[in-house]
């Protein structure tokens, strides 16, 4: 079977009933001691498009995305571990203004590694400690639905041809992993990653997408592209965040849109291609 029909999910499914793989289904690796891991690479032309961006705005979207995932796992960031994979004739400024640009969210880089490669890739390994996770496994009929910031930027963004800024949600993270049931980072569309919560906590979300704050210039179809990186939580107190929906008996997500039911797709990392990036 190729990847390109098992899909990332299959994969990591497989991954873990080899036994070859476990505890991977979280954002981010709890290792004791309240330290938690995590890791994102982006590909040039997968992830991002040098005529879209900046080197500075790509270094900062690099660690941003990481930074994501230990927001979602309530976690106070220590330290970036950076892989730079480059064609050898980039040119030493670029380089320089990547860098700045991933130091930008004052989180400092304390290793990683460097090779010659075709195009540019960089892997960010993130490294935080949490009081604590609340995963992605403990959702509750009953819950609240909460998102904390607007959705739809990135496919707002896309179909102008340029890359949305990630938002840094570190501190809307910490407040939400104190009360939260489960909590997620909304980086593969809404629909997507509410499915994450929904299969992993055994229970049905049932999410009303009139209720979604939307970014400026977004629609509700936007939502399905995902790369908006604002927090998906579970939470029997949505602390003041806007509720989108509700946590019931079941199985699944569904999604209504003025009462009526809609679907929306997603972000799938091998089946649907490179979001025609190329």
Known sequence: MRLAELGETGLLAELERRGLARGIEHDAAELGDGL??????????????????????????????????????????????????????????DVLALYAGLNEPRVPIAGGDTTAAPQLS??????GRSERVPGRAGAQPGDAVAVSGPLGAAGAAFREGRHARPPLRLEEGRRLAAAAHALTDVSDG????????????????????????????????DLGFGEDYELLAATPDPLGFAVIGRCVEGVGVGLRLNGQPVELAGWEHFGRGAKNLR
């Open 190 to 221: 809404l629909a997507v990653d509410a499915g994450h919560l929904a299969a992993r906590s055994n229970c049905r979300l049932e999410l009303e997408l009139e209720r979604v704050p939307l970014a400026p210039g977004a629609t509700v179809e």
């Open 122 to 127: 960089l892997a960010v390994t993130a490294v």
């Open 36 to 93: 938690v891991v995590t890791q994102d690479a982006l590909v040039e032309g997968v992830h991002f498009r040098l005529d879209w961006t900046s080197f500075r705005e790509l270094g900062y979207r690099a660690a941003a995305v990481n930074l994501s995932d230990l927001a979602a796992s309530g976690a106070e960031p220590l330290a970036l571990l950076v892989t730079l994979a480059a064609p050898p004739q980039l040119e030493l400024d």
